[in-house]
């Protein structure tokens, strides 16, 4: 059984076009990530949700929208798609938002924008 | 703010060879200290953690010491294969809240038969 996954796995898309990506994660844990991996692999962490609530927003530009409809869940919304967005998305869970809990990563969503 | 730096990749050894990689970080507090190895085209997975000073994390046969005195948490496996080649992520978890993962830039290591 997946522990967290995400869909879809590849995005292919224009650029000034609207996209979603969803992750789901069954490990029953109250916190959710999502990090963006640029082509140089640096990681970098966008939003966290605890409880269904965000908790870290980080400078990200307010085309990216995430959301939070249960625990179990948590979607990237992101409006007018840049070139500079093309990147592999990663979303993670952890038991709480306290920093000893490790995180679990699913397996990405490369987005590439044209 | 937080950092991590880790040492430049590519990291090219023989299997059975001895791995280091080194990594340093800059935080305010106790961090927790992590390494995480993404194999190619596949997610992160936890290889090991420490959380307070003097902790040593272990699997797999990789072995990493959280020094408070230097600030550092380098990795160590004493004799690597042809399947642990993938690369390697330092990262920690301030004590600000939120659980925020800053990662160091990842050191690539490619193991030759």
């Known amino acids: 059984d997946t522990a967290v996954s995400q869909t879809p796995k590849y995005l292919v898309t224009q650029m000034g076009n609207d996209k979603s990506i969803k992750c789901e994660q069954n490990?029953?844990?109250?916190?959710m990530y999502w990090y963006k991996q640029d082509s140089k692999k640096f990681l970098k962490i966008m939003f966290s949700?605890?409880?269904?609530?965000?908790?870290i927003n980080e400078t990200v530009p307010n085309r990216f929208s995430p959301k939070s409809p249960d625990k179990a869940h948590l979607n990237l919304h992101i409006n007018s798609l840049e070139l500079g967005d093309s990147a592999v998305y990663f979303c993670a869970s952890s038991q709480g938002d306290r920093g000893w809990y490790e995180q679990y990563f699913g397996p990405g969503t490369r987005l590439t924008v044209t | 703010g937080d950092s991590v730096t880790q040492m430049e990749g590519p990291v090219t050894l023989s299997e059975e060879a001895f791995l280091t990689i080194n990594c340093t970080y800059t935080?305010?507090?106790?961090?927790?200290l992590f390494w995480y190895v993404q194999y190619p085209g596949e997610g992160l997975q936890l290889l090991l953690k420490a959380t307070k000073a003097d902790d040593k994390g272990s699997n797999k046969g990789f072995e990493a010491t959280y020094r408070k005195e230097t600030t550092s948490f380098h990795l160590e496996k004493g004799s690597v294969q042809v399947s642990d080649s993938a690369v390697y992520f330092c990262a920690l978890s301030g004590t600000g809240g939120g659980n925020k993962l800053t990662f160091g830039t990842g050191t690539q290591l490619k193991v030759e038969l």
């Open positions: 935080a305010t507090g106790y961090p927790s």
């Open positions: 490990l029953g844990h109250d916190t």
């Open positions: 949700y605890n409880n269904k609530e965000l908790i």
